[in-house]
């Protein structure tokens, strides 16, 4: 049928960065979550997990069939969207109470992290897009989803292993800050803000650390949770001053077109709403949760607005090729 084989050709054309379109439903569904409409968030997930399995399947069919495509799309930070998505349904899963599905996406995302990093980061370049932070990205969201875990069975190695993540996510966005091309602020497509987002998910990860912590497990003394909380404290304010800047430069030079890669805009938004709420849980500063939950509902009003954009553009191109 042609309105079949139009599909296949358009879905063909999908590239690695389409996980964030998961990364960013995930994670408006854990922000969700957080604020109180759990049946919304659960139809987010729901929604996250079909576009996933759609997305594993198509990796799989280019790991076995395509080989060479898959190797030189492996390569383009996009493909940590990968680990990154899996982890932030592992997260929401494990919220859910879901442990064993929340076990096997750690699982999965540990075996895909170390071969995608490696081959990413063997490509980096001067002047990158902000795509160049995914690497950060996928470290905390290992990290995010094994202290969670941690938390919920009662894992004091896992609580650890987490905190190796934490420090060495925070060393990777360091390694790839000088790379990224401060131009895109005002000129990038959408994964510009991954800049913020990427801090956002670190504080989110240092709130889920210091909440792992409990008399049973005993994970840190008082010296090492004095810097763990100061760090995550830091990183949510150096979050929300990015915000801030990103905004600003939307409104400055509006880039009102839909770009697959505004998926990656979403992200950061909900990222932040959910580190905002999580942080100051952790840590007992009440008057975050108000900007938190404003923050969430901007970034479900985002994901609307790109969900539109998203499936007029696939109309077009699907009807274009036909």
Same mark, same amino acid.
């Given at each position: 049928m042609p309105g079949i084989s139009a599909l296949r050709t358009w879905w063909a054309g999908r590239p690695p960065a389409a996980g964030a379109a998961v990364m960013a439903t995930g994670i408006v569904s854990v922000g969700l979550h957080l604020t109180g409409p759990e049946t919304v968030s659960r139809v987010f997930l729901w929604l996250a997990c079909v576009a996933w399995v759609a997305l594993a399947a198509d990796f799989l069919v280019r790991l076995v069939a395509q080989r060479e495509r898959w190797v030189a799309e492996a390569h383009s930070p996009g493909s940590l969207t $990968?680990? $990154?998505?899996?982890?932030?349904l592992g997260t929401r899963f494990s919220a859910l109470g879901r442990q064993t599905p929340a076990e096997a996406a750690l699982a999965l995302a540990v075996v895909l992290? /170390?071969? #995608? #990093?490696? =081959?990413v980061i063997q490509h980096w370049e001067r002047h990158m897009p902000g795509a160049v932070f995914l690497c950060c990205v996928a470290t905390q969201g290992l990290a995010v989803l094994a202290a969670t875990l941690a938390a919920a069975e009662t894992t004091a190695w896992l609580a650890h292993a987490a905190l190796v993540l934490f420090w060495l996510? =925070?060393?990777?966005?360091?390694?790839?800050? /000088?790379?990224?091309? /401060?131009?895109?602020? =005002?000129? &990038?497509?959408?994964?510009?803000?991954? !800049?913020?987002?990427? %801090? !956002?998910? @670190? &504080? =989110?990860? &240092?709130?889920?650390?210091? @909440?792992?912590? @409990?008399p049973r497990l005993y994970l840190w003394n008082d010296d090492d949770r004095g810097v763990l909380r100061n760090v995550t404290v830091a990183l949510v304010f #150096?979050? %929300?001053?990015?915000? *801030?800047? %990103? #905004?600003?430069?939307? *409104?400055?030079?509006?880039?009102?077109?839909?770009?697959?890669?505004?998926? $990656?805009?979403?992200? /950061? +938004?909900? +990222?932040t709403g959910a580190a905002t709420l999580s942080v100051a849980a952790a840590v007992g500063i009440g008057w975050l949760k108000g900007p938190g939950r404003v923050l969430v509902w901007v970034a479900v009003a985002a994901w609307v607005a790109v969900a539109a954009g998203a499936a007029l553009a696939a109309r077009a191109g699907i009807s274009g090729r036909r």
């Open positions: $990968a680990v $990154a998505a899996t982890a932030v992290w /170390p071969v #995608l #990093l490696y =081959l996510g =925070l060393v990777l966005y360091g390694l790839a800050l /000088p790379r990224f091309d /401060p131009r895109q602020i =005002l000129e &990038g497509a959408g994964d510009h803000w991954i !800049a913020g987002g990427a %801090l !956002a998910i @670190s &504080g =989110l990860a &240092g709130a889920k650390l210091l @909440s792992a912590d @409990s #150096l979050d %929300l001053t990015w915000y *801030v800047v %990103l #905004l600003a430069a939307e *409104v400055a030079r509006p880039r009102l077109r839909y770009d697959m890669r505004r998926w $990656a805009t979403v992200f /950061p +938004m909900g +990222m």
